[in-house]
């Protein structure tokens, strides 16, 4: 299996500028994660799906930020306009239902100048 | 409110050496994580224990539920160890995983 795979790896935008960030889950799991890291604030939950329904996105910082899953394998996750503080490293993780472990895409670094 | 706490903040170990790194949590649980991210930043899933013992070669993880406690060993460590090691804890209620802050291991030769 190939893993979470997320793209792009890097991206460097300047501010007001829309961000797209992708991920297709590992086969089969039917939960996806979207998680943002930044050395403040550590590993945050932005939002979570469940056969592709959103179910909580009460971590998503404001409406800048917007995330679709339009079938079970694959996701966006969208910042328009962009700021220097949405800069951070970008995670997608999936899982199969139930309590299951979590495996986690390399991560986009977006720097936002 | 709830809370995961991980504890030593930094550890710095002589190659050979083993650890203990603890997570607290405030409330009962029905999943555990234990995930190690290297200096590459890439997180790995170690260890689904919401309760238990496992091991798996030279790391071991031990969570008491009824204590609100989960310890991850690493013996014999290498300089390969290194990076930041999260415990992740989803509570009772599914919520969905919560990260503490972890615990930043540098193992040196």
């Known amino acids: 299996d190939a893993g979470v795979i997320q793209s792009p790896r890097h991206e460097v935008t300047e501010m007001g500028q829309e961000v797209t960030l992708r991920c297709k889950p590992i086969?089969?799991?039917?939960?996806l994660f979207w998680y943002r890291q930044t050395m403040m604030r550590g590993l945050e939950l932005l939002i979570y799906?469940?056969?592709?329904?959103?179910?909580?996105d009460s971590g998503m910082p404001e409406d800048r930020f917007s995330a679709k899953m339009p079938n079970a394998s694959f996701s966006t996750l969208k910042i328009q306009p962009s700021e220097p503080r949405d800069s951070a490293v970008y995670f997608c993780?999936?899982?199969?239902?139930?309590?299951?472990?979590?495996?986690f895409g390399s991560g986009t670094q977006l720097s936002v100048l | 409110g709830i809370q995961v706490e991980q504890s030593p903040p930094d550890l710095i170990l002589q190659e050979g050496a083993n650890s203990t790194l603890r997570c607290n949590f405030s409330?009962?649980?029905?999943?555990l994580q234990w995930f190690h991210q290297n200096p590459w930043g890439q997180l790995i899933n170690l260890f689904y224990?919401?309760?238990g013992t496992k091991q798996n070669g030279r790391l071991s993880a031990t969570t008491v539920a009824t204590e609100r406690y989960s310890l991850l060993y690493i013996s014999s460590s290498q300089t390969t160890d290194s990076g930041v090691y999260f415990c992740?804890?989803?509570?009772?209620?599914?919520?969905?995983?919560?990260f503490g802050k972890g615990t930043r291991l540098s193992v040196i030769a």
């Open positions: 086969s089969g799991h039917n939960s």
């Open positions: 799906f469940n056969n592709n329904v959103p179910i909580d």
């Open positions: 992740a804890v989803e509570f009772t209620g599914n919520t969905p995983l919560v």
């Open positions: 224990i919401p309760s």
């Open positions: 409330d009962s649980v029905n999943n």
């Open positions: 993780a999936s899982r199969r239902d139930g309590n299951e472990k979590l495996f």
